[in-house]
């Protein structure tokens, strides 16, 4: 009986699974990075082997965390939308009622030239190319507003299933690629400030909404995106919005009591809070009322 114990412990001992991983983060915003990268930081320190391509990487990385820096490739903000557009005040459109409407929309359109301007740098880039031509285990890949990353791994034929990740919650396209619904008559939009209890109105605002930025991403970045690998790389690639529909698991930013309930499928983790640092020390009684104001 012991010998068999001995045994077994010696079999499990040695058959310790560590994964490699590949994360592809090519957002220029560090706020997004800052939600990966406890996660990314947290694998490594037990014991996988992973590789993450971004635009922030983190400093004293632990053994097998290998860093593929995209610094200089684009110019990077803490925050990349510019929120003085939240200011304007028009008062014709604002009479008309529909000035919060065409803010959302302006807001998003910088987000397309970041990304097709990222994508058309980083199908060049050495260091890219050479981390995509190993194999990986699994891969992560951020979803926000670029699907670049799809394209290249199907180009460079990596076969691990992916895990998109999203630093906020379900962006306006992200729903149709797990099937998850989106019904705008009561799941409002991450762009908007409803809750599920919208009145008329406001489920049409939702609506008009949810069609314009389902096509908008379509066409100002996942069409524009797939010409250019086609053209960097000088052959076709599928649709990219298919190579997204085959994400296995997508890890959302979001807790069901903070941003509301709302459908959801077994592939859809809520992770809301995973970046926190809960070795802290509570908060002093005193200085409670402080941190919370
Ligand atoms: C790093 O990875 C190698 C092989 O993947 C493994 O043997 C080693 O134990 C890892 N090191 C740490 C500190 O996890
Ligand atoms: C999706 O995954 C399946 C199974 O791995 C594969 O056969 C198919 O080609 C993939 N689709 C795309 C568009 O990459």
Redesign the pocket.
């Given at each position: 009986m012991r010998t068999l114990a001995i045994l077994l412990v010696a079999i499990f001992a040695v058959n310790v699974q560590s994964a490699r991983i590949l994360g592809l983060f090519p957002h220029t915003g560090k706020s997004h990075q800052m939600v990966f990268d406890p996660l990314l930081r947290t694998l490594a320190e037990r014991g996988h082997d992973i590789t993450v391509v971004s635009f922030f990487p983190i400093k004293n990385p632990p053994a097998n965390y290998t860093i593929v820096s995209l610094e200089g490739l684009a110019a990077q903000g803490v925050e990349t939308i510019d929120l003085s557009y939240f200011d304007i005040q028009n008062k014709l459109l604002n009479s008309l009622g529909i000035e919060k409407i065409i803010k959302q929309i302006f807001d998003f359109q910088p987000l397309a030239d970041m990304a097709t301007a990222i994508c058309s740098n980083i199908v060049d880039f050495v260091p890219l190319a050479n981390a995509m031509k190993k194999s990986y285990d699994v891969i992560l890949v951020e979803n926000f507003n670029s699907d670049c990353m799809l394209g290249l791994i199907?180009v460079y034929g990596l076969?691990a299933p992916y895990i998109s990740l999203s630093s906020s919650a379900m962006m306006q396209w992200s729903a149709d690629r797990i099937g998850v619904t989106d019904n705008p008559s009561y799941v409002p939009l991450v762009s908007s400030e409803f809750t599920s209890q919208m009145t008329f109105l406001q489920r049409l605002e939702n609506t008009i909404l949810n069609v314009y930025y389902k096509t908008w991403f379509r066409y100002a970045i996942q069409m524009k995106e797939k010409a250019i690998i086609e053209k960097r790389f000088g052959r076709r690639i599928?649709?990219l919005q298919?190579?997204a529909?085959?994400v296995s698991v997508m890890l959302v930013n979001t807790f069901h009591s903070l941003n509301g309930v709302r459908p959801l499928l077994p592939g859809v983790v809520e992770v809301g809070g995973m970046h926190l640092d809960h070795s802290r020390k509570p908060i002093p009684h005193v200085s409670k009322y402080f941190v919370i104001a």
């Open positions: 199907h076969k599928p649709d298919e190579i529909k085959n």
